[in-house]
């Protein structure tokens, strides 16, 4: 059964706001770390930022039936759409797991100090993330296993830090296991990577070469075992390595989804592509293969920018899904617009 193993006190979005200790707070408000238990898995919540993509739900979701965003209004404002400039609300976090013994990322966002040219939002950042991992109780040495679910900018930015000019893995101890198909389109040696490579400017250079020059890299294909309860598999269309990790343990089951999702409104149109997919068709197949899976196993659905509480159980409804109930997580409270960061067509 998925229980609470950790609480922020706040009685709603507004006492958060309003309450919380701001040295507990990413640079955007709210809790910095929440934890569920899943089986014998802990799996707790760290967030990066979150705040509105400054698109539009039709620019952000070109295949989406232009009634679902007000049909399912109630659910989405204010945790996924902004009430009153209709901008799509993100999240960027990392899932951190405790599985047996082991101490476990689940992607590791933007990062701090990094030149993004075609995302400038994203450019030099500075945030507290390595605080709110330190409050879940982790240091980077402590870090066994880093799971990058695909290669984009806002997956792998924590991979590194600047060590004076240079990069140097994070997580000095940690096995990274990379997609090997991602791996080999996002290398600047591919002349075959398309448009949307653009937006990824730097990323390989900066987040994902130096920990394969350093060894900690294990790339995978097809699938991978991590322990008897955790597993990857390929997932493709998103990017051509796009993946998903799957928990079971006990009477619970969890699938990290990654950018198969980035807002709920994908779980009732499940043809709904983001335009960010580098195969729209194979998107969608593998987007209703694992909605499917997790209907059929009652397994928590877990994006990767999903605010709000997260993640959530869904039930088949028709030929699409529905939402049948969140997880346990608190919700980020919504800061005001003046205080959010706004990311035009950055959120890959």
Known sequence: MTSRTSRTEAAGRTAAADTADPSADTSHGGPAVDAITLGDVTLTRVWERFGPVDMTPEEFFPESPSNAWEEHRPLLVPDFLGDEKRIVNSAIQTWLLRSEGRTILVD?????????????????????????????????????????THLHIDHVGWNTVLDGRSWVPTFPNATYLMPKDDFEFWNPENNHRTVLGRGNQNVFEDSVAPVHRAGQTLLWE?????????????????????????????TDRAVFVGDLLHNPVQIFEPDANSCFCEDPAEARATRRKILGWAADNNALVIPAHLGGHGAAHVVRDGDKFAVKGWAPFDPYPSAPATEQAETRGALL
Do not use: C
């Open 108 to 148: 590791t966002g933007v990062g701090n100090h990094k030149e993004r040219p075609y995302a400038p939002v994203w450019s030099r950042m500075n945030t507290g993330f390595l605080d709110n991992l330190a409050r879940a109780g982790v240091q980077p040495e402590d870090v066994d296993i880093v799971i990058n």
């Open 222 to 250: 097809n699938s991978h075992r991590i322990d008897a309860g955790l597993r990857l598999d390929a997932a493709p269309g998103h990017t051509p390595g796009s993946s998903v990790l799957t928990l079971t343990s006990g």
